[in-house]
């Protein structure tokens, strides 16, 4: 099973600061490398695919980066709206398909 | 307009047994793998099954393998959930998704709003 680790747990930052989020695989999953977005009573939302693809819809401030075992997350220019907890998922080896711990973006 | 509606949830006694339903629309349902992830509460996604777009295979987490049956009738656009022995570890947000494009891709670019399941004595 690939363990996706998630760091740091949670973030704090101000509206307009860059996001670095991270997601570390216990085993290589190439570019099988997954983001999303979840609010508060809302269903997660992809944002990137294939570690650098950006979802239809999702603006250019989101990037991914990142292959092998070390990828990254990065939100430009924090919006109010980006304040919302963040999944890593892999689908190079399933199953089981593997979601990572969540990365948490708060308000600083 | 893609729309997933899962429903049947509720509130069940340990060891009991559920079924939920995942209602597809705006997409051709049988073209297209689908999948059943949960998230149990103040917690993280949880992958639990995959069913085949031609529903000739299916694939399951450890944690529910034997207990849980993934099924899908493309006549009526439905995804299932067959849930037995059920404890209170299941308790979670049950959500059904759907693969970014036909096949098993994996990339789930459409989610329902999900439906609770509370296993409780």
């Known amino acids: 099973e690939v363990v996706l680790t998630q760091f740091p747990a949670t973030l704090s930052l101000s509206p307009g600061e860059r996001a670095t989020l991270s997601c570390r695989a216990s085993?290589?999953?190439?570019?099988?490398l997954l983001w999303y977005q979840q609010k508060p009573g809302q269903a997660p939302r992809l944002l990137i695919y294939d570690a650098s693809n950006r979802a239809t819809g999702i603006p250019v401030r989101f990037s991914g980066s990142g292959s092998g075992t070390d990828f990254t997350l990065t939100i430009s220019s924090l919006e109010p709206e980006d304040f919302a907890v963040y999944y890593c998922?892999?689908?190079?080896?399933?199953?089981?398909?593997?979601f990572g711990g969540g990365t948490k973006v708060e308000i600083k | 307009e893609v729309q997933l509606l899962e429903s049947g949830g509720d509130l069940v006694q340990p060891g009991g047994s559920l079924r939920l339903s995942c209602a597809a629309s705006g997409f051709m349902f049988r073209t297209y793998a689908m999948s059943w992830v949960r998230q149990a509460p103040g917690k993280g996604l949880e992958w639990l099954s995959t069913i085949r777009e031609s529903d000739d295979g299916a694939y399951y987490a450890d944690s529910v393998k034997g207990r849980f049956t993934v099924s899908r009738d493309s006549s009526k656009n439905n995804l299932y959930l067959q849930m037995n022995s059920l404890s209170v570890e299941d308790t979670a947000l049950y959500y059904c998704?759907?693969?970014?494009?036909?096949?098993?891709?994996?990339?789930?670019?459409?989610w329902g709003r999900g439906t609770l399941v509370t296993v409780s004595s």
């Open positions: 998922q892999q689908r190079k080896i399933w199953p089981p398909l593997t």
């Open positions: 085993q290589s999953v190439d570019i099988n």
């Open positions: 998704a759907r693969a970014r494009s036909p096949g098993m891709n994996m990339i789930f670019d459409y």
